[in-house]
């Protein structure tokens, strides 16, 4: 099933760079890729600058393929609004194929579709009375300031709906945090965490001040749409999900053989409301990116068999940018892997779901659902220490 996924870049760091002009890119850009780009001598020395009036069609031509997938340059104003979890639009991603009715995947939490009652499961009709295309959902989220009235069939209610959405900037949440209750364990904690934003730190801290006071024990993160986002942020997440391991080894960040000095480590540090947990639970689809990866993979060497992956295979990128500015344009560069504490990192096809724990994911039910069908699984494996 394809998705119009609303976040799907992965920032972990923006760095200075020097001062150019728009009409100077390619000089710009040519040097990062020989210099700081993870597989710098895979890149041409000599490049013909005529052929690229975008910054885009360049890292296109220039990226290493078929590891590199990423790469890709932004503007301010876009590098900003997602630092700062801020947006414009509607706020829902659909399934994207023309041919098939458009499917609510999931609303950004707080946006426009959000507070307007638009839910996962959703199957959009008709946009201002004309039947529910990408091009004309597309075209009606980009005139921010004006109202959409969308025709839905709600399947759990057998019934169409009339929902009116003013397309308009907005600021929106990561994180919902919630107890669920299994057959055997009456409190289990669940947390939705959708991007690894810069400002989501503030949400986790109050997501874990709340499973604290829960005494949770047993976590499921559900992170089947979380395109990844800052490395600070994943850190800061790892740091609540082991207790007392203060200085040992998260992951590292490891540049190509001429920037080893740029090479750095993350390291555990306990806080206060860090929890000593005895399963940790991770929803995943291919929507699942970098830092959301990056979380596993570093949990892995120390908790073993007690991390468990439910849904699908992960996307597959062990890999983060550290961002640089021309003064103009803001490029992301793969410029390093993303290892563990014992030095893997080689999951670009992506992290397999736990032994017998392959799950579709189901539009039918929203997100936290004990009868939603990732987290029934969930639910079960922690009575059952299986699927």
């Not at 920037?259 to 306990?270: A, V």
């Amino acid at each position: 099933m394809k998705y119009i996924i609303l976040i799907t870049i992965s920032i972990l760091f923006l760095g200075c760079g020097g001062n150019s002009s728009s009409s100077s890119f390619q000089s710009y850009l040519h040097n990062l890729f020989l210099s700081e780009y993870f597989w710098a001598e895979k890149t041409p020395k000599t490049v013909d600058y005529t052929k690229y009036s975008t910054p885009q069609a360049m890292i296109d031509d220039l990226r290493y393929t078929p590891s590199d997938r990423w790469s890709m340059v932004l503007t301010k104003e876009e590098n900003d609004n997602f630092l700062n979890q801020k947006s414009g639009g509607f706020g829902f991603a659909y399934t994207s194929d023309d041919e098939k009715d458009k499917v609510v995947i999931y609303t950004r939490i707080d946006s426009p579709a959000d507070n307007a009652g638009l839910k996962r499961g959703d199957v959009v009709l008709t946009i201002n009375n004309e039947k529910a295309t990408l091009a004309r959902i597309q075209k009606a989220s980009s005139n921010v300031g004006e109202i959409s009235s969308f025709e839905i069939y709600r399947a759990s209610s057998d019934e169409n709906l009339q929902i009116d959405i003013v397309s308009q900037e907005y600021t929106f949440r990561v994180t919902k945090a919630s107890t669920v209750s299994s057959e055997k364990n009456e409190s289990v904690g669940y947390m939705l965490f959708d991007s690894f934003t810069a400002t989501a730190t503030t949400e986790i801290d109050q997501a874990f001040d709340f499973f604290k006071e829960q005494n949770i024990e047993k976590l499921i993160i559900d992170l089947r749409y979380n395109g990844g986002g800052s490395v600070v942020t994943a850190s800061i997440l790892l740091d609540k999900l082991i207790r007392d391991r203060d200085d040992e080894i998260q992951f590292k960040l490891e540049w190509n053989s001429d920037k080893q000095d740029k090479n750095q480590i993350g390291r555990f540090e306990t806080d206060d409301n860090s929890i000593d947990l005895d399963t940790i639970i991770f929803l995943t689809t291919e929507g699942s990116a970098s830092a959301s990866e990056m979380v596993i993979n570093s949990l892995k060497p120390y908790l073993g068999d007690r991390v468990v992956t439910i849904g699908s295979k992960t996307h597959g990128k062990p890999v983060g940018m550290e961002g640089r500015t021309d003064g103009t344009y803001i490029y992301y560069l793969v410029n390093f892997v993303i290892s563990n504490s014992d030095g893997f990192y080689d999951y670009f096809d992506g992290l397999e779901v736990t032994a017998g724990c392959e799950v579709e994911d189901d539009l039918t039910h929203q997100r936290g659902d004990g009868d939603e069908k990732m987290l029934k699984k969930a639910l079960f494996y922690i009575d059952n220490n299986h699927c």
